[in-house]
């Protein structure tokens, strides 16, 4: 056994035993399709609901024993082959000096969203990543021992025009048009914002790596708001600025170079673009069609995706059909199964098991008939 101090260092990692969703996001060949969900840690079990019931959210994310303990419950039930950090992408906006409440039945809340660009006068201008978001990387060292080689574990950040967007409309909406006004109206304070934040994240997921992460997921979830010309303008840049200066600094610091994910939500319009912006795996949502998606990407980038979540209300028999169908459509190779956005929280657990197996069963098929 280790002692307590050893755990919250990041070095010394018992080895991995099961590396085959690594294998996948670099195309290297695998025994079978690794998988792993997005929102695997979450209020569709139980034991989650119960280990944060009357705990405050964003409390319960600052405590590393806690998302320890949350990444690690939905691994104890299903052969998953991957752990994704607990955390939430909105610290980063927190780690800039902003306010965010996670409010019962509405979802996350900021309480003064910036409305003009001298709203961004508000923000700290040099963040100290390490004091705001120590937290995150104790929590990844931390579950990284007591995963104790099992699978990977996967460290994630918001993308900057996706936190932009959070920041400027105070919350969740399905137009986000306050931000969206930003970038008509003011242009330069959008690309200002957006610096800022991409600097942070740059910061934050090098410490990510250090601390332990061994992959790197990108969530460009408000990729859907915008069309083609004000993707072009506001969110590829700086997507494709973090994944080189991610690997530049890795590089130099001598750290892994670790594989590194983008998913952009609903934005089927940059998937060329995205297969070329330096990341390994670009992450599908459902509403692309798998096989069209290999054309388009031309075998630059693994894929990771993206059978449609509510297709686990689906029976069990229906699952394993559904799952068939999409491994047919993305072939074995360079593929990380996986849904095409996170499970909701009132799934059932046993059609989550019913997913996972079925990728696995019917990818080992697939695999030997080759």
Same mark, same amino acid.
């Given at each position: 056994?280790?002692?307590?101090?050893?755990?919250?260092?990041?070095?010394?990692?018992?080895?991995?035993?099961?590396?085959?969703?690594?294998?996948?996001? +670099?195309?290297?060949?695998?025994?079978? !399709? &690794?998988?792993?969900?997005?929102?695997? %840690?979450?209020?569709? =079990?139980?034991?989650?609901?119960?280990?944060?019931?009357?705990?405050?959210?964003?409390?319960?994310?600052?405590?590393?024993?806690?998302?320890?303990?949350?990444?690690?419950?939905?691994?104890?039930?299903?052969?998953?082959?991957?752990?994704?950090?607990?955390?939430?992408?909105?610290?980063?906006?927190?780690?800039?000096?902003?306010?965010?409440?996670?409010?019962?039945?509405?979802?996350?809340?900021?309480?003064?969203?910036?409305?003009?660009?001298?709203?961004?006068?508000?923000?700290?201008?040099?963040?100290?990543?390490?004091?705001?978001?120590?937290?995150?990387?104790?929590?990844?060292?931390?579950? +990284?021992?007591?995963?104790?080689?099992? !699978? &990977?574990?996967?460290?994630?950040?918001? %993308?900057?025009?996706? =936190?932009?967007?959070?920041?400027?409309?105070?919350?969740?909406?399905?137009?986000?048009?306050?931000?969206?006004?930003?970038?008509?109206?003011?242009?330069?304070?959008?690309?200002?914002?957006?610096?800022?934040?991409?600097?942070?994240?740059?910061?934050?997921?090098?410490?990510?790596?250090?601390?332990?992460?061994?992959?790197?997921?990108?969530?460009?979830?408000?990729?859907?708001?915008?069309?083609?010309?004000?993707?072009?303008?506001?969110?590829?840049?700086?997507?494709?600025?973090?994944?080189?200066?991610?690997?530049?600094?890795?590089?130099?610091?001598?750290?892994?170079?670790?594989?590194?994910?983008?998913?952009?939500?609903?934005?089927?319009?940059?998937?060329?673009?995205?297969?070329?912006?330096?990341?390994?795996?670009?992450?599908?949502?459902?509403?692309?069609?798998?096989?069209?998606?290999?054309?388009?990407?031309?075998?630059?980038?693994?894929?990771?995706?993206?059978?449609?979540?509510?297709?686990?209300?689906?029976?069990?028999?229906?699952?394993?059909?559904?799952?068939?169908?999409?491994?047919?459509?993305?072939?074995?190779?360079?593929?990380?199964?996986?849904?095409?956005?996170?499970?909701?929280?009132?799934?059932?657990?046993?059609?989550v098991g019913a997913f996972v197996e079925a990728v696995h069963t019917h990818s080992r098929q697939l695999l030997?008939?080759?």
């Amino acid at each position: 056994t280790m002692s307590k101090d050893n755990q919250i260092l990041p070095k010394d990692f018992p080895e991995l035993r099961n590396d085959t969703f690594l294998r996948a996001a +670099r195309g290297e060949e695998v025994q079978h !399709v &690794p998988v792993w969900c997005m929102r695997q %840690a979450g209020r569709y =079990l139980p034991e989650f609901r119960e280990s944060r019931a009357g705990k405050d959210f964003f409390e319960t994310c600052r405590s590393p024993e806690a998302c320890c303990e949350l990444t690690l419950q939905p691994l104890r039930r299903f052969p998953l082959d991957a752990a994704i950090i607990f955390s939430d992408i909105l610290v980063v906006p927190q780690a800039l000096g902003m306010d965010v409440q996670m409010v019962a039945g509405k979802g996350p809340t900021f309480t003064e969203p910036l409305k003009e660009p001298e709203d961004l006068q508000r923000l700290r201008t040099k963040v100290d990543v390490p004091a705001e978001l120590g937290y995150v990387f104790k929590a990844i060292t931390l579950t +990284r021992h007591r995963l104790e080689g099992k !699978v &990977p574990l996967i460290g994630f950040t918001g %993308a900057p025009w996706t =936190l932009m967007a959070y920041m400027i409309e105070g919350g969740g909406s399905t137009t986000y048009s306050k931000p969206k006004r930003w970038l008509y109206r003011y242009p330069e304070a959008s690309h200002r914002l957006l610096q800022q934040l991409t600097d942070v994240i740059v910061e934050y997921l090098i410490g990510q790596v250090a601390a332990g992460a061994q992959a790197l997921q990108v969530f460009e979830s408000h990729a859907g708001c915008l069309g083609p010309v004000q993707f072009q303008e506001f969110a590829l840049p700086y997507l494709r600025d973090i994944a080189k200066k991610v690997k530049e600094r890795l590089k130099e610091s001598g750290l892994d170079n670790v594989p590194m994910i983008v998913f952009a939500k609903d934005g089927h319009y940059a998937l060329e673009d995205l297969s070329e912006s330096h990341y390994e795996v670009v992450g599908l949502d459902w509403t692309i069609d798998p096989s069209s998606a290999r054309v388009r990407t031309e075998g630059k980038v693994s894929l990771q995706g993206n059978m449609d979540p509510c297709a686990l209300y689906a029976p069990k028999a229906r699952i394993s059909e559904i799952v068939r169908k999409m491994l047919e459509g993305f072939g074995t190779q360079g593929y990380i199964a996986n849904l095409g956005h996170g499970l909701y929280p009132d799934m059932d657990p046993e059609n989550v098991g019913a997913f996972v197996e079925a990728v696995h069963t019917h990818s080992r098929q697939l695999l030997n008939l080759q």
